[in-house]
């Protein structure tokens, strides 16, 4: 079945340094979304990309998806406290069903 | 309410009992998914609902795990005979149904289970 790859699985880093999380599919797919969970808390989503090459940001962060639909990055610029928890990456297999989740990136922060 | 709720929010219970978990999805949403999430893994895919269609229970790990959502509304996951090896945060997220887009996903505050 359809699996989403995302690397790297932990990320420790000075507050005010950047942050990458890559997620990567051996299929195309037709959109990915972004959710993120605080310790303790509950996914939350952020963003959904649709297009080749979309690039979408939100203050700090910015989201890409590739131009072959197959790989997707999450970029946080100048990292804050704030930031800490863990960032997922997920798809649907077809145009609907049960979302295919990567197994995160866990964000800590040392202030 | 606004938002996906979910109870109890934590249970331990012994083994060999049977536990149930209820969602109650945002009014409206259409779709219901159950997710377990093990300490410090990602979401495991447990169950699927969408509207009146049968539901897509690829995800569960037993026959001694099962959920049913009554009216389109509410749904319950039901575990029977837990092992401890059940023990893990129990998600539910609902979502609005869209035929040509994908739609995200809301999440409720999850039930910790704990078997003894």
């Known amino acids: 079945g359809q699996q989403v790859m995302q690397i790297p699985q932990y990320q420790h880093v000075q507050e005010g340094e950047d942050f990458t999380t890559y997620c990567n599919s051996s299929?195309?797919?037709?959109?990915i979304q972004w959710y993120k969970q605080r310790p303790g808390g509950h996914p939350v989503f952020l963003i959904q990309?649709?297009?080749?090459?979309e690039v979408k940001k939100q203050k700090r962060l910015t989201f890409q998806f590739g131009e072959a639909k197959k790989n997707s990055s999450l970029h946080i610029t100048a990292t804050q406290t704030t930031d800490v928890g863990t960032y997922f990456c997920?798809?649907?297999?077809?145009?609907?069903?049960?979302?295919?989740f990567g197994k995160g990136t866990k964000l800590s922060v040392k202030p | 309410g606004a938002g996906v709720s979910q109870s109890p929010s934590n249970k331990v219970t012994e083994k060999g009992k049977d536990v149930e978990l209820r969602c109650d999805p945002i009014?409206?949403?259409?779709?219901l998914y159950w997710y377990r999430q093990s300490l410090g893994q990602g979401l495991e895919f447990l169950i699927y609902?969408?509207?009146?269609?049968?539901?897509?229970k690829s995800g569960l790990p037993s026959d001694r795990f099962s959920a049913e959502r009554t009216g389109g509304s509410v749904s319950t996951l039901t575990i029977q005979r837990t092992q401890q090896e059940d023990s893990a945060v129990y998600l539910c997220?609902?979502?609005?149904?869209?035929?040509?887009?994908?739609?995200?996903?809301?999440f409720g505050d999850g039930t910790r289970l704990s078997i003894l």
């Open positions: 997220a609902s979502s609005q149904f869209a035929s040509t887009v994908n739609q995200p996903q809301h």
């Open positions: 299929t195309t797919l037709s959109n």
């Open positions: 609902f969408q509207g009146n269609s049968a539901p897509d």
């Open positions: 990309l649709v297009k080749s090459g």
């Open positions: 009014s409206g949403h259409t779709a």
């Open positions: 997920a798809a649907y297999p077809g145009s609907q069903g049960n979302l295919i």
